[in-house]
């Protein structure tokens, strides 16, 4: 069974830096575009950052772009997300989401159960 945990979530003061991990576990023929949303407290989850199997397309959210960094290890099965820069506004559960070939048939999408990022000013 596929899973996708991640880590490196925290408390930081505003301008600090961060970096997320999402590792993919468990038997997958192949694992596609990765990425990464966030879900503030009322609010909806958004789109942070994805990343393509290659790396070659990579796409981020206005509102952290020039602050974030996403990346991937496919050796290691493994997305990181790293996150200077950081402002108060960035507080959220970050989650981290792929599209995954659990057979050359079927593709399916799988979330993280999240980690939690706070700020502070």
């Known amino acids: 069974q596929v899973q996708l945990v991640e880590s490196g979530g925290g408390l930081v003061q505003a301008g600090g830096s961060l970096r997320l991990s999402c590792a993919e576990s468990?038997?997958?023929?192949?694992?596609?575009?990765m990425g990464w949303f966030r879900q503030a407290p009322g609010k909806e989850r958004e789109f942070v950052a994805a990343?393509?199997?290659?790396?070659?397309?990579?796409y981020y959210a206005d509102s952290v772009k020039g602050r974030f960094t996403i990346s991937r290890d496919n050796a290691k099965n493994t997305v990181y997300l790293r996150m200077d820069s950081l402002k108060p506004e960035d507080t959220a559960v970050y989650y981290c989401?792929?599209?995954?070939?659990?057979?050359?048939?079927?593709?399916?999408?799988?979330w993280g159960p999240g980690t939690q990022v706070t700020v502070s000013s």
């Open positions: 989401n792929a599209e995954i070939f659990i057979t050359p048939y079927q593709r399916q999408n799988y």
């Open positions: 468990g038997r997958a023929f192949s694992t596609e575009a």
């Open positions: 990343i393509s199997r290659s790396g070659t397309s990579i």
